[in-house]
């Protein structure tokens, strides 16, 4: 849709023309959420697709995605094979219920910054240990564990004016083995819960739990829990932790998590 109050849109193509930050801007990124409802709080945005930044740089210590890299360029990544965490590319993808239309215009950073629960980018870079680069208005930036970057539905720990530039996954976390499961009320929904397992080498076992959860839950242990100390993990979990909206009640998508865990967990560790 048109947002017709916009005053101005500026696209700086690097980090010293990035104008100075206001509180009625908003950074865009692929629009495909910005565009889709009406933003009445917004006179300015500030366009990131001049800024040029390669989409994905592998390197011996694991792989940047750039905040601007679309879902599509995600999903068409072609992995060194000693990444098998990387399967989860195109799961996670799979996972946005849009058109390829969505999938060519949405952005990792920009699916990650909505922070929505059911954000697949989200699961993804919390599941395999993601940190973010942020770029502070003041010329800083500073760095976050992706597990600390969500607080709530459509709420983040990102500052007024900070962008996030990119997201590093480390190497550590994409030579692991990793299992997705998802569940949604309809067969095109979006979803109700989307759980990550992932399994190292050393026995390391983490259950991410989103879209069932407010925010990502990501829970660690050192050897493979059984498979009922995993449930008595889920089952701890505060009431308020459970997510509520049109999409699953919170006892069904605790239940679902229970049962999607379970599955995760023997197919892991079978
Ligand atoms: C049909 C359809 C289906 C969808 N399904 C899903 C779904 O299943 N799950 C889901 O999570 N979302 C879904 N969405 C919502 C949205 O399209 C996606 O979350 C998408 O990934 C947003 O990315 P974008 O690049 O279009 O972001 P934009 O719309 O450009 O921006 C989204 C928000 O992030 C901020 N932002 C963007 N980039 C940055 C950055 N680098 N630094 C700081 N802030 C930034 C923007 O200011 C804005 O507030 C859907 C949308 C449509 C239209």
Redesign the pocket.
Known sequence: MDLPQIESVASPRSRDSLPPWRDDA???????????EPQPALRSLVD?SAMAWPDLEPSASGLRIA??C??AALEAFRSPADWPAAGLFGQCAN?????FK?WN??????????????????ALTVALDGVAW?WQPDGGERFLPMADFTVGPQRNS?RPG????AIDLPASGLRRRAALRQASLTTLG??AALLIATLDESGGFALTITASTIRPMHLAWDSPPSSDELDARIQALLAETWFDDVHGTPAWRRHMTRRLAAKLHQELLA
């Open positions: 908003a950074w865009l990124a692929g629009g495909t959420w910005l565009f889709s990131l905040a601007t679309t879902i996972a946005l219920l849009g058109s969505i215009m949405a952005t990792v950073g920009g699916n990650v910054c909505l922070s929505l629960p059911a954000a697949p980018m989200l942020l990102l900070e962008l996030l530039r979006r979803s």
